[in-house]
């Protein structure tokens, strides 16, 4: 068979059920290539993926005999402010596929000498902002081993909701250990679920930042914080913090937080969550932390110019 595939938010980060479905492909003989519009190739069936919900859809003409669509930009609903999987829209891979070996050679240029891939799914937090809880679930479970998508590779960029919830946890930062790559949690981990143990075994992970987030103001994450910066004694270029803002939060809060992150000795990350809606305070917040150069010499935002960022 001819197969088709579109990733439909674009080519700036590698689209993992893709490469695992012309991976799956691939094993079984078929051909598998990126759709071209303007060619109008005709295929037997054409995959479309999309993450992001405010991604256009792909609007060119696709000659297909089947379109299967999938993935969060698809088949998240918002109701009634709260986001609703729906499974009928959703791109569910065959088991064989699921597993396969991603095919890292879609993004050549994305991928070269990294590994990407989930070793847990699902989160018990169900924050409304997230749409993990409402897909995969309000429990992390583990779903493959480092071996499924890495091998060998330099860095390895992990996409897990919530990896320390699993109950395997311990086992698979063991896998990391061993593995002597590079680790980047990109989705952070979640610094309520470090103990003892937890901060022994990610200091002998190989990491250039160690991603956490704060998102919810009415956690007291303070003392977690400190503890762990003094158990690790990293800098404040390998810690790293996403602060969640314009979501249930005042500005006073938003200062706290960053404030607070700044003086344990981490560097702050604002994320807003409604950025075409945002009050420009907070616009202006997040240019102000994120501009590095600026936040190191500015210290209170009372005294920040948007003209200097």
Known sequence: MKIGLI?????????????????????????????????????????????????????HFVNADEIIKGGSGYCIDVVDGKEVYNAARDLNL????????????????????????????????????????AKEG???????????FWNGQKYIKLLDPNLL??????ELLYQLIDSRAYVDFTQGLDIRLI??????????????????????PADDLKGKFADFKKAT???????????????DSTHEQDLYRVYTLRDLGYDPYVMIYD????????????????????????????????KMA
């Open 7 to 59: 990733d439909v938010d674009g080519h700036n980060f590698p689209n993992l059920p893709l490469m695992k479905l012309s991976a799956y492909h691939k094993q079984k003989g078929d051909s598998v290539e990126w759709v071209i519009p303007i060619e109008n190739s005709h295929y037997d069936i054409v995959y479309m993926s999309k993450v992001f919900s405010f991604t256009p859809d792909f609007q």
């Open 94 to 133: 065959p088991p064989d596929a699921e597993h396969a070996y991603p095919d890292y050679g879609l993004y050549p240029e994305l991928t070269k000498d990294t590994a990407y891939g989930f070793l847990t799914r699902g989160c018990p937090r169900g924050c409304g902002f997230c749409h993990v809880a």
């Open 138 to 148: 309000r429990r992390s479970y583990k779903v493959a081993n480092l071996s499924e």
């Open 165 to 170: 919830a699993c109950d395997e946890h311990i």
């Open 195 to 216: 103990g003892k143990r937890e901060k022994e075994l990610l200091k002998q992970i190989k990491v250039k930042i160690l991603h956490f987030a704060w998102d919810n």
């Open 233 to 247: 004694q990293y800098s404040s270029r390998k810690l790293s913090v996403y602060v969640l803002t314009n979501y």
């Open 275 to 306: 950025k075409e809606n945002a009050p420009r305070i907070t616009r202006l917040l997040q240019r102000w932390v994120n501009n590095k150069r600026v936040f190191k010499t500015v210290l209170r935002f009372e005294d920040f110019d948007p």
